[in-house]
């Protein structure tokens, strides 16, 4: 349990030793209560104040319905040093607030440490908002199962995983991979690069599928063809110069976002290598970037405005008392000129 959340139940308890109270009518007048008299309420919120007792307002708040807030939560993570400004992330949040407006509700942006994602709860327990979406898994499932066991409402982007508590929604992570490399497969190609660290649990899925399609083709991964780096373009580019460089033979790359595949492509144009001839790349998302790069990226659709309409249905289910499964949104490929 939160340590803070454990606080707060412990001084409730307190509260209602000292009142000579159960901590039920303790919860009743901290929310103002007329089941409660008006002594008992009275005394109940003194020894509260004399305790620094932080009252938590979103059950009070969803109850009155006089909140109609949702956090959105967009980890930073010092490893992957993906930016809030990357392109997928601002496709995502766009779509969750056109969902939310749509719906009547307000939505509220936070970051946290991508470390410390059971801080994403502050913004319930203090009544900020009454639910909280988390873009991203990152490496810390066992925190957002939890967020989950504390009946937290959350919804979160990601891929489904095994004992799984929260709620995810996300796209067909291993069909994608699966799509793209079957793809170069289909076009001849045998030295497929994988681009993406697979300790993050949406490009771990998406390299299973990439697997599959190998495992199919009668191929084996090769380790030298594994590229596990961050979503930060700068060590992505160095990476793949140095792949390049190496005299390892490479026919194609699949890359973990299209912000990849295009610094594949750049790496392997100053290498002396023609994209598609040489070497052919396909991306992942289908950012607006992708249509527009030289070649256009080939790339996974991900179904980005479904995807905050799913968000937003699920979590207002979680918040009307509803079971709410993972859900999984189907992708498909995008041919264009970096691999036909």
Known sequence: MNPDAEAKRLQMADIARLAGVSVSTVSRALNGSTLVNAATRERVAELARSLNYSINLSAQNLRLKKNQTIAVVVPFDAQSRQHISDPFFLSIVGSIADALTDRGYDMLLSRVDAERLDAASALYDTGKAIGVVVIGQWRHHDQLNELAARRVPLVVWGGQLPQQLYCSVGGDNVAGGLLATRH??????????????????????????????????????????????????????????????????????????????????????AAGRDVPHDVAVVGYDDMPVAAFSSPPLTTVHQPVALAGVEIVDALLGLLAGERAAPRTLPVHLVLRGSAL
């Open 184 to 269: 170069l497969l289909d076009g001849g190609r045998r030295r497929i690069a994988f681009v993406g660290d697979a300790s993050l649990p949406e490009v771990m899925l998406r390299r299973q599928g990439h697997h599959q399609a190998l495992a199919a083709a009668g191929l084996a991964p090769d380790a030298q063809l594994d590229l596990p780096v961050p979503f930060e373009i700068g060590a992505a580019r160095a990476a793949l110069d140095t792949l390049f460089a190496s005299g390892v033979a490479v026919d194609g790359v699949v890359a973990c976002s299209d912000l990849l595949a295009l610094q594949a492509v750049q790496a392997a144009q």
